[in-house]
């Protein structure tokens, strides 16, 4: 048996040695884990014993946590502008930094939905869902779809939008990008993305915990971080309708080559940049 607050303490004394970047933050969150309440409440639990089981589930937490493994894995659930998401080891994690231009475009598209009697939407490379899923959630009168080279990232899209109650609003499909849509006749007012952006010679470069445990086909693309990029625009005009917009994420110092690369699509015209939380350029709007 252990009070509560002395195993906090033990959590972020440990957490800090090993130099975990915000050891009192995640502490709090594996407490919140394993008394089962929100990160907000730990406190409330101070003088709480915890017995021995759950105390091996703990440690076998921060054991895990400090082999590197992210978080969010750990967990099994992330918050994505204020909605929970479950998370699985091979999907793509989302960021902080992703949260800034899906409010952004979320505003454009609340504007299109009191404007025209329907509007769809595809979320392209959809991992956990998190893009599709929010602004469906938040935004009634969107029809969304959302599409993944991976299975069970798919799989895990379909999960979470049927904890959130809007699986009858939103339809997730395996696809190498827009080829499910080839013979469907179906057409986007916004395609929305955070497609994998890093350069490939900078790779050995990210986390260790992202290199050893975040799936590199989700992170890396070839022609310096943009060639899916290209790839999403070239591919995504035809399904795009006229005044319809692309909203992608890239990294700050790809801005000038992508406004620059987005002359060779005469039916293209770049709009604007979208800064992150951090005053950092995270991604473009471009209009057909």
Aim: negative net charge; contains cysteine.
């Amino acid at each position: 048996m252990a009070l509560v607050r002395e195993v906090w303490k033990d959590l972020v004394k440990t957490l800090r040695e090993s130099q975990v970047l915000s050891p009192t933050r995640e502490a709090r969150l594996l407490l919140a884990q394993i008394l089962h309440t929100a990160p907000s409440r730990v406190y409330l639990f101070w003088d709480f014993d915890l017995d021995g089981e759950t105390l091996r589930e703990l440690y076998a937490m921060l054991e895990e946590r400090l082999q590197g493994v992210p978080l969010q894995y750990i967990l099994g659930e992330w918050e994505f502008l204020s909605l929970p998401f479950r998370m699985e080891r091979g999907v793509f994690i989302p960021r902080f930094d992703t949260e800034a231009w899906v409010e952004e475009a979320m505003l454009f598209l609340r504007f299109l939905t009191q404007r025209k009697e329907s509007v769809t939407v595809c979320d392209v490379g959809c991992g956990s869902g998190v893009i599709g899923i929010t602004c469906a959630f938040w935004i009634p009168g969107l029809r969304v779809f959302g599409v993944d080279s991976s299975e069970k990232a798919v799989a895990l899209s379909q999960q979470n939008a049927q904890r959130l109650g809007i699986a009858d609003r939103i339809c997730f499909l395996r696809s190498n990008l827009f080829e499910v849509f080839r013979d469907l006749n179906i057409f986007f007012d916004a395609i929305l993305s955070n497609p994998p952006y890093v350069p490939q010679e900078e790779w050995d470069g990210l986390a260790r915990e992202i290199r050893e445990y975040e799936p590199k086909e989700a992170l890396v693309a070839e022609q310096g971080g943009l060639g899916m990029i290209w790839r999403i625009v070239e591919e995504g005009i035809p399904f795009l309708k006229k005044g319809g917009v692309f909203f992608i994420e890239h990294d700050p110092r790809q801005k000038d080559k992508i406004q620059e690369g987005i002359q060779r699509y005469p039916s293209l015209e770049y709009v604007r940049s979208i800064e992150d939380h951090s005053g950092k350029t995270r991604a473009s709007m471009l209009r057909k």
